[in-house]
């Protein structure tokens, strides 16, 4: 065991306003409890490598894939099977979880209309266009059965999403 010695006191025995005065004014923080949900670290490798390393809605490469929840990861119905995950580039990513893109039953991708016109309104739609022409018709789906997005994931999913396919 290794005893150390220091001038400060121990924080964890301090209660968080006895801790805050004790930093100085420029340099405050907040101490905070964190929950976190354990995930399966395979996961990621799992998805990219069943989606061959490529984005399901665009096709791009370039080492800009993620693995990407289904069903969200901050659900407690969530899980990390591989066929509730979706490889996505890092853009299309986002799109998804801000529900601007989904796809549904049949793999087909759904762009939100709702979505696309509040951006046109704030006049932020530079470059719709070209996001939507890139998008595939029909996701790519890994070559395995098992692999592929889960039906009920998906419902589930865009249910939470908002989505009424």
């Given amino acids: 065991m290794r005893t150390v010695v220091t ?36 996961f ?4 990219l490598t069943a989606y061959g390393r490529r984005c399901a809605f665009c ?26 995950g979706i490889a996505l580039c890092t853009l299309h990513h986002k799109a998804y979880d801000v529900s601007l893109v989904t796809f549904d039953e049949r793999y087909r991708l759904v762009t939100n209309p709702q979505y696309l016109e509040e951006m046109k309104e704030a006049s932020l ?21 098992r692999d592929r997005p889960y039906i009920d994931y998906l419902i589930k999913a865009n249910k939470i999403r908002g989505w009424s396919l």
Avoid at 44 to 47: G, I, K, L, M, Q
């Fill in 125 to 145: 739609d530079g470059g719709m266009q070209k996001f939507i022409n890139n998008l595939k018709p029909i996701i790519n789906v890994p070559p395995e059965s």
């Fill in 7 to 42: 001038d400060e006191p121990d924080q964890s025995q301090l209660a968080n306003d006895e801790i805050i005065e004790q930093v100085s004014a420029p340099r405050k923080k907040a101490f905070q409890t964190v929950r976190l949900s354990l995930r399966d670290y395979s």
């Fill in 59 to 84: 096709d791009l490469q370039m080492n800009l894939i993620e693995a990407a929840h289904i069903v969200p990861v901050n659900m407690e119905t969530s899980t990390d099977e591989t066929r509730n």
């Fill in 44 to 47: 990621r490798n799992r998805v």
